[in-house]
């Protein structure tokens, strides 16, 4: 898969976090606009459901139709606790599946044997497998939280949370009367090249007591996409299996 479409897919599912310039821990008290950095944090997964239904949910699977120019691609994503997850994606009728084992990414296209991927990519899909969000445990990811003020988003006002991890930085634009994540944003090095993405959240609806975005728009590197979420369910039954290789397709 070309370098552009692993980064973008993996970044418009949110599977990828972050650096920034200034750093505070968990819990820190670094008041901006009023909240501190923890209690915008609170808000936010309170918005999303709750801190105990996020940690309650085992797996979680949805299809999405992404629009890439007039490139139309549909994708299955399933994800189990603690680290599986499965995408199988339909282009132009050619099948592709990249598939991470709980140590291992692995890819299939079409009829091919399954390849074993190493390298970055690899460490890439094994940070983004884990089922929680980073902001549930962020010391525990080794990631590093700042709050950089305030600024508007469509209008709106939005509190800034920098993530920092590793060489990237994941800024988040959370809604200020929804508490609600609307904007993301990531710059960092992709085998050795920079590479700057924005991806824009909106329609969210409930999914089995989980708040959802259902539409995210994203943009970088001169490219420009949207996906759509459809069929949603959390803690819907996934056979093991799943994540565990087939032999290649006849």
């Not at 549930?136 to 469509?154: F, S, T």
């Not at 995210?216 to 056979?239: C, F, M, N, S, T």
Request: proline share 4%; glycine share 10%; aromatic share 8%.
């Amino acid at each position: 898969m070309p370098r552009r479409s692993l980064v973008s897919s993996l970044l418009a599912l949110g599977l990828m976090f972050a650096p920034a310039l200034a750093t505070a821990g968990e819990g820190a008290e670094c008041t901006q606009g009023k909240l501190s950095l923890q209690t915008v944090i609170d808000k936010h997964l309170k918005a999303l459901g709750g801190k105990e239904r996020l940690k309650a949910a085992k797996s979680y699977q949805f299809t999405v139709v992404a629009t890439e120019g007039d490139t139309v691609t549909t994708t299955t994503v399933r994800r189990a606790r603690p680290n599986l997850v499965r995408h199988d994606t339909v282009t132009n009728g050619t099948q592709f599946t990249k598939l991470f084992d709980g140590s291992q990414l692995w890819m299939v296209e079409g009829s091919a044997a399954p390849r074993r991927v190493e390298g970055e990519k690899n460490k890439a899909m094994a940070e983004g497998a884990f089922f929680d969000d980073a902001l549930l445990d962020p010391k525990g990811r080794g990631v590093a939280l700042a709050m950089d003020g305030v600024e508007e988003v469509n209008g709106a006002p939005t509190f800034k949370l920098v993530l920092t991890r590793g060489s990237t930085t994941e800024v988040r634009f959370i809604d200020q009367k929804s508490f609600l994540e609307v904007r993301r944003t990531y710059a960092g090095i992709h085998e050795g090249k920079p590479y700057n993405k924005a991806i824009s959240y909106s329609d969210f609806r409930t999914v089995d007591g989980i708040v959802v975005s259902h539409r995210l728009k994203w943009e970088g590197d001169g490219q420009h996409g949207e996906k759509v979420l459809h069929a949603a369910r959390y803690d819907a039954p996934i056979d093991a299996s799943v994540f565990k290789l087939a032999p290649p397709r006849g």
